[in-house]
């Protein structure tokens, strides 16, 4: 598809594929701005969703947001333009991550626009896999696509799968230890018929592992609201870990590009995934995650593999994740609910 006017129609399209990423407990923790005269889409931090328990640093809240700017550079090509990325583009203004702007393009368009479709299909899914092994092949796709981002997709072996599923585990009991974290998870839960664009649905929480190897995050533990029964998940878990070299702010920004590269690509290969952050939360647990390899900052731990999609979860409109800048040309238009986090 091929376009050059930068119309509403563009800003629905563009907007409405990167309010799809995904981002912890579906905090959505974005906004976003067009700036007419630098033809650039602006993606800034929301710090009135953020979790000052689970992501002090704000970290998690950086993976999101990168994970958003990719999408949007997916959409950027789908329409026919080049994404040209800026990361932390004015050190005067923090709040401002990311700046994409669209150029037009001077040769081959970029190669990530075959994702596109993946943009609306990708969904989490917290429940059982089958435990049908993911091809090789289709692995090291997975693998080149967080390399490509500047970040490495570490799949372990069998001996430490265990380790990083036993490190995770710990963080969710630490987690369920602490009435306080307790109350900031649970608060993202929305219940059936809450008309709210942010946050859970009840009815899209997966169960527990009734044989307790998997450690999935459980936000109804000592709420009044049961969660579904427990279920038996697959045996052998297939997990990759997500890593930088370093861990600065820019860093956290490509990990959430690279994330999102890697769900779309697994997504486009019929593979479902789903994100084990507890032990990130935890800067012990999250050294003990890196598995003593040099240079390396865990950033997730993602669990794929082949089963049921995940439910959709609800998203806020562009126009609501919008702000006005000066110089910034008219809002995004609504972009309704997509994807799931």
């Known amino acids: 598809m091929q376009t050059r006017e930068i119309d509403a129609t563009v800003l629905e399209t563009l907007m409405a594929a990167a309010v799809a990423a995904p981002s912890i407990h579906n905090t959505q923790p974005w906004r976003f701005g067009m700036r007419a005269a630098t033809r650039s889409i602006e993606v800034r931090a929301d710090d009135r969703r953020a979790l000052p328990l689970a992501d002090p640093e704000r970290r998690a809240q950086h993976l999101s947001v990168g994970a958003a700017v990719f999408n ?17 583009p004015d050190e005067d203004e923090p709040d401002l991550l990311a700046a994409v702007r669209l150029t037009t393009p001077t040769g081959q368009l970029s190669d990530h626009r075959w994702l596109y479709p993946a943009v609306e299909r990708r969904h989490t899914s917290r429940m059982p896999f089958t435990g049908r092994p993911v091809p090789e092949a289709v692995v090291a ?42 109350a900031e998870a649970r608060a993202w839960i929305t219940t059936p018929g809450a008309n709210v664009p942010y946050g859970i649905p009840l009815t899209t929480l997966g169960p527990q592992d009734a044989d307790g190897r998997m450690p999935m995050r459980d936000f109804t533990d000592r709420s009044p609201v049961p969660g579904p029964p427990a279920r038996h998940f697959e045996r052998h878990a297939q997990v990759a870990l997500l890593s930088t070299a370093q861990d600065r ?93």
Not at 72 to 88: E, N, S
Not at 266 to 288: F, I, N, Y
């Open 72 to 88: 949007l550079r997916v959409a950027v090509a789908h329409l026919g333009w080049d994404p040209v990325v800026r990361l932390l």
């Open 141 to 182: 796709e997975m693998t080149a696509a967080a390399r490509v981002e500047g970040a490495r997709l570490h799949v372990p072996d069998f001996a430490a799968t265990r380790l990083l599923l036993g490190l995770t585990a710990a963080a969710e009991a630490r987690n369920h230890a602490g009435p306080a974290r307790n």
């Open 249 to 341: 702010r820019e860093d956290w920004l490509r990990a959430g590009q690279a994330l999102e590269r890697v769900l779309l690509t697994a997504t486009a290969h019929g593979v479902r995934t789903s994100m084990l952050h507890q032990a990130m939360e935890w800067p012990d647990l999250r050294a003990a995650a890196s598995l003593s390899q040099r240079r390396c900052f865990p950033q997730l731990l993602i669990r794929f593999g082949y089963g049921p999609d995940g439910g959709r979860t609800p998203r806020a409109s562009a126009h609501a994740a919008g702000h006005h800048t000066e110089g910034t040309g008219p809002e995004p238009g609504r972009s309704g609910t997509a994807s799931a986090t």
